[in-house]
């Protein structure tokens, strides 16, 4: 079975929603925050002591979002859109949009409150806000008339930039999201997969 090493909050969710859409066997170990420091057992699994991280038998991997591919390619699941489908473009260019462009400024939010005192700044915050609000204008965008992101169907490109979304909230900006971002959480957030997982995480 597979083993899914998490946190709450931690990109990990995006692995266990995952799974719980596609109603797979996996077995959830929670991992003190952050295991560097906290569990330093934990860099045996996974090098850089970073959140998540999916073991199946001999495969590990610790990239949340190629982790989520692999579950669904593994369980048969129909999540992700696959090269000659339509909306395969999309796919890509959103599923990628939530890790590499949505997470920086949220990671930098996230230093900037919960980080050692002596390296944040106002000023760093509400530039690392602005930029966020910035790159949440073109899903806004993307948005306007549209359920999903991605080829008019629920994926892994949903999950991936769904759980930036839910980031924003523990970082209390979700009351500013604009309308069609708000709306599109609020859908994402109803979903009993999402909430599955995110009872645990
Ligand atoms: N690109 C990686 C990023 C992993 C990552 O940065 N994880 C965070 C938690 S969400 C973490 O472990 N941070 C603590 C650290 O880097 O020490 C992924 O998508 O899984």
């Known amino acids: 079975m597979m083993k899914v090493y998490f946190a709450p909050f931690a990109r990990s969710l995006r692995i266990l929603w995952t799974l719980e859409e596609l109603n797979a066997p996996y077995e959830p170990v929670r991992v003190q925050f952050p295991p560097r420091l906290a569990q330093p057992d934990y860099l045996h699994i996974n090098p850089l002591g ?113 759980y930036g979304l839910n980031l924003g909230g523990m970082l209390r900006v979700a009351a500013e999201y604009t309308p069609n971002v708000a709306a599109y959480f609020e859908r994402m957030k109803a979903r009993p997969a999402f909430q599955a997982a995110a009872a645990q995480a």
């Open 50 to 162: 970073q959140i998540p991280t999916l073991v199946d038998g001999e495969t590990k991997l610790f990239e949340s979002v190629g982790a989520c591919e692999y579950v669904n390619e593994t369980n048969g699941g129909d999540l992700a859109i696959t090269a000659g489908q339509p909306g395969r473009a999309d796919y890509l260019q959103w599923l990628w949009y939530g890790e590499a462009t949505l997470m920086p400024p949220l990671g930098a939010m996230v230093r900037q409150s919960f980080g050692p005192e002596e390296s944040r700044s106002p000023a760093a915050l509400a530039e690392a806000k602005a930029t966020l609000f910035e790159r949440l204008a073109l899903i806004e965008a993307r948005l306007e008339g549209r359920q999903y992101l991605a080829g008019d169907r629920f994926t892994l490109a949903d999950i991936s930039v769904a």
